[in-house]
């Protein structure tokens, strides 16, 4: 079976790309302005072009002569435009701009601009999930209404990657085009939360756990190797009380600490934040930070090989750069099992697309065949 061609924009060090390669998807191009991130790409084989610049620097007449593609040849388009002015750590900051107003959402017009260029069958638009909060200045409405005008059918929706395998809760926002007058619909959950059980989702199996995921990774032999940040810096004596699966809301007041530290909601929910072997983990945020977790419940940062598990990367998986750069590496990422699991509805759609196509080329034929005897 031939493999589908796809473009793929800001694809940091390959999560969405790798996951739509589980299903006979490749990425013709790969466009990333992060040389370090470019390396992970090359080094994986990602795709025999990578493009190792800021998106606005590419015309589309050079990405058609390095891919060989022209208008209406490419499947798909995938990507998730640098997310600072749509994060949850900006959402709250006033001062700050937002959205459409702030000078990173050119790196939208310009996802699109390559929409618009290529026209393929279908996009994949990814983001975080406060990309579609009203703060955000008409982002989502944007998105919708630019789709719309190219010919698309547009649906979004917000998934959690802890639904659908991946030992972490995480929260992204996917925008979905397609060719109007075809369909597409975004998968269902394969994973369910412990205690919420309904007849219709009895059968699914539970969420996977950190403890599942990494429980391996942690001997002495892989601790010997440990960075050398120091897990809650100036708090790590405080850190080592609190119970797994809990932050630093166990050191209030409210929680009826007999010496409170902090007050009630004062810091981010990831200060002191660790991890419970039993639950799944918390996002994994792109910075490694002494204060902000989630740390390992043994009261240490997680290592490079653990965050690569929270996030389904394969353990051989090559991140170009030092630590810090290649956490960022993998938390920007998308995880590659929730990748495979929309490129799964992707691939059925674009198959439901071609034998359509296929039904009406059959069709044109035999009524060009049929008008050919009649005037025989």
Known sequence: MKKKAIISLFSGCGGLDIGFHKKDFYSEICIESNPIMCESLRGNNVSENVICDEIQNISNKQLEKISQIRKHEVDLVIGGPACPAYSKSRFYRKEMTHGTDDQSFQTVKEYFRIVEFYKPKMFVFENVHTFAAERQKGALNYVLQTAQKLGYDVRFQILNSVDYGVPQKRKRIFIIGILTGNQFEFPLPTHRKPEECTLIDQHLPVWKTAGEAIMGLDTEKHNANLPRHFAGGKHHHLLKDIPPGDNYLFYTEKRGHQNPQF?????????????SPDLPSWTIQARRSNNMGPFHWRNRIL???????????????????????????????????LAECIAHEVKIALDRIEKKRMKELDHASCSATSYSRSNC
Not at 263 to 275: C, T, V
């Open 263 to 275: 007050k009630w909601r004062s810091r981010y929910w990831s200060f002191l934040l660790k991890l």
């Open 303 to 337: 290592t490079i090989a653990e965050i690569k598990r929270l996030q389904t990367f394969p353990d051989s998986y090559f991140l170009a750069g030092t630590i810090e750069n290649q956490w960022r590496q993998i938390g920007n990422a998308v995880p590659p099992l």
